[in-house]
């Protein structure tokens, strides 16, 4: 369990299949406007749903990734006070971009003078989002991005019938995205005279899950903290597995939330994000946290780990 009432999330920004920023994404994707593409599956001859970032012009699956890493970190720098800079950066990228790779694209771009250090992890959603947090131990303030490209893996998910289709409703619909936010801890907010856009309230991660209660486990810990768990957002698929552990844990205490059954869910939007899609979970919720008394996230990931987050204005 990681409980820092004292880090905030001074901003936060993504990109996204439906637009290079996070209001627009999230106007398009509601407003269903061409959210998805098809690609034919080679293997049964049918096409099916993915989410590609149109306005990205590059081609090869790491080219891709540097574009978008490059949107998100000018929009995050852009936005920082200048007594904040430089900032260390901690990166989740997928496992196809080695450390070798990334410091080549790093040590010649412009945001060497803006990062005063870089940690690049290729860790899941829930781990990374532990990690991030852990770092809070060590810094006043930190620059965390996850970006992750499952499009590019495209046809591995066909090979293994994996692919959302309408005889397969618990397949995936690959996509690709990034998410940031910039942490920073009360006393820097104090000093630098900084508004906050919400705090991080409370963390809480299940590695053990194979039962599928796991949020149930995490659920019950929280309510005896609070009996206003608020809004959820979650970045649940639509696989059994996470459909179970998520009704497990609002069906026994659904009066601790508001409209239990109307979940925001950022894979229904944008498509599955994978490493990408808890941080990408954590700034839509931190966007809209303004209409609540508080929200609460539910995380998943592909392995066997689940976890709830918790975001509060006060």
């Not at 954590?282 to 946290?289: D, F, G, V, W, Y």
């Amino acid at each position: 369990m990681t409980d820092r009432k004292d880090i905030f999330i001074l901003n936060s920004d993504a990109v996204l299949p439906t637009g290079m920023n996070l209001p627009l994404a999230v106007a398009l994707a509601r407003a269903d406007l061409g959210r998805f593409d098809t690609k034919k599956d080679e293997y049964d001859g049918v096409n099916k749903t993915i989410g590609h970032m149109d306005f990205i012009q590059e081609s090869k699956p790491s080219e891709r990734v540097f574009s978008v890493l490059e949107l998100l970190l000018n929009s995050l720098l852009n936005k920082l006070h200048r007594s904040l800079k430089p900032l260390p950066l901690l990166l989740s990228l997928p496992h196809s971009i080695s450390k070798e790779m990334f410091d080549s694209w790093f040590d010649s771009s412009p945001y060497t003078v803006f990062i005063s250090r870089v940690s690049l992890h290729h860790k899941n959603g829930c781990e990374f989002i532990e990690t991030m947090l852990g770092e809070m131990k060590h810094c006043d303030a930190i620059i965390s991005i996850s970006l992750d490209n499952p499009a590019a893996d495209f046809d591995y998910y066909a090979e293994n019938k994996a692919l959302f289709s309408s005889t397969y409703p618990w397949g995936v619909i690959p996509s690709e995205g990034a998410a940031g936010v910039v942490l920073v801890k009360a006393n820097l907010l104090s000093t630098l005279k900084l508004t906050a856009e919400s705090k991080i309230v409370d963390y809480r991660v299940d590695y053990d899950n194979k039962d599928r209660r796991g949020c149930s486990r995490l659920v019950k810990a929280c309510s005896n903290k609070t009996n206003n768990l608020g809004k959820i957002y979650s970045d649940m698929t639509s696989s059994r597995s996470h459909s179970e552990n998520y009704g497990f844990a609002v069906g026994a205490r659904s009066e601790y939330f508001i409209e239990p059954d109307n979940i925001t869910q950022v894979n229904e939007l944008w498509g599955y994000l994978r490493n990408a899609s808890a941080l990408v979970c954590l700034t839509l919720a931190n966007r809209e946290i303004s209409t609540e008394l508080s929200t609460t996230l539910f995380l998943f990931n592909h392995e066997e780990e689940c976890a709830i987050l918790r975001l509060s204005l006060e």
